[in-house]
């Protein structure tokens, strides 16, 4: 894994940023002549080179062509948008909760086998509406936003809809932990266990329960992660939500997500593990 959630979107900004300097270097030019020539003040360009600062589109072709490389830019330009979409600020997204449960349409319309791994939560594909609903408020809250509501809990249920759409299928592994945080409240907690005792009966759907005394553990306890087909990874942290597409990095997770799953049980033996937090309820 990497060294730190953020670090692809970071190493592929500072491989942006080393570019454009080389390019200032190539042509001869110091970080004032370059900052004339661009129309800006000397130390945009040094917020640029030294990655903290994401130039735009027009930062870039307006770079390239002062350096006499303009040929550079568009992948220049490219690079530089797949680094700022790999990180998106979770503070941003959260103020309008109902909206973020609808986005990624078209990830979620060209997903035909989706990997869901979670150490914390019920996955969102087979989250109840009391739960979503508490969960959400909760996130909302501890933001210090408005709370999410009726219409956010809504939009994930809706959303979770397409696993019963033919040719779907859906891989979902939990630590038995899971089945013990409860979101909402008592009687919500029981439903959505309900709901997982019948879920994993579902022809397009595959649940699996890693009991806390599993042994040996092949993986530890890794933060939740979804794997769209085998092409994309989204890692979802407190800050950020960090999305994958470098395969080498891809590969790990999808390693990491086969060894989860052969450490999990399923059926007969999953059922148990939510029945024993059922009765935990009590």
Same mark, same amino acid.
């Given at each position: 894994m990497p060294a730190s959630f953020s670090s692809s979107a970071q190493a592929a900004r500072v491989a942006v940023a080393a570019r454009l300097r080389e390019l200032r270097r190539g042509a001869g030019l110091t970080v004032a002549e370059l900052a004339t020539l661009c129309g800006w003040h000397h130390s945009k360009t040094s917020r640029i080179e030294n990655a903290r600062t994401a130039p735009s589109a027009r930062d870039i072709r307006h770079w390239c062509r002062a350096c006499g490389r303009p040929d550079e830019a568009p992948d220049l330009v490219v690079r530089s948008m797949n680094a700022e979409s790999m990180y998106s600020e979770w503070r941003h997204q959260v103020q309008e909760l109902s909206k973020l449960q609808n986005s990624w349409p078209k990830i979620f319309a060209e997903t035909r086998l989706f990997r +869901?791994?979670?150490? @914390?939560?019920? #996955?969102? *594909?087979?989250? @109840?509406?009391?739960?979503?609903?508490? *969960?959400?408020? @909760? +996130?909302? &809250?501890? &933001?210090?936003? #408005?709370?999410?509501?009726e219409e956010a809990a809504q939009a994930r249920v809706d959303r979770s809809r397409i696993i019963h759409d033919p040719g779907r299928r859906a891989v979902l592994v939990v630590e038995e932990s899971t089945l013990y945080y409860r979101m909402g409240n008592a009687d919500a907690m029981a439903a959505q266990l309900g709901y997982l005792l019948t879920a994993g009966a579902l022809p397009a759907v595959s649940l699996g329960v890693i009991p806390r005394s599993v042994e040996p553990r092949t993986v530890w306890p890794l933060e939740t992660f979804h794997v769209y087909d085998d092409k994309f990874v989204s890692v979802e942290l407190l800050s950020a939500e960090v999305n994958i597409t470098q395969p080498s990095e891809v590969g790990l997770y999808l390693k990491a997500f086969e060894q989860l799953r052969r450490m999990a049980v399923y059926g007969a033996d999953a059922r148990a593990l939510v029945m024993n937090a059922v009765t935990a309820l009590r």
């Open positions: +869901i791994y979670s150490s @914390t939560l019920v #996955p969102g *594909l087979l989250q @109840t509406h009391g739960y979503a609903g508490g *969960l959400l408020d @909760t +996130i909302a &809250r501890f &933001r210090g936003c #408005p709370e999410a509501g």
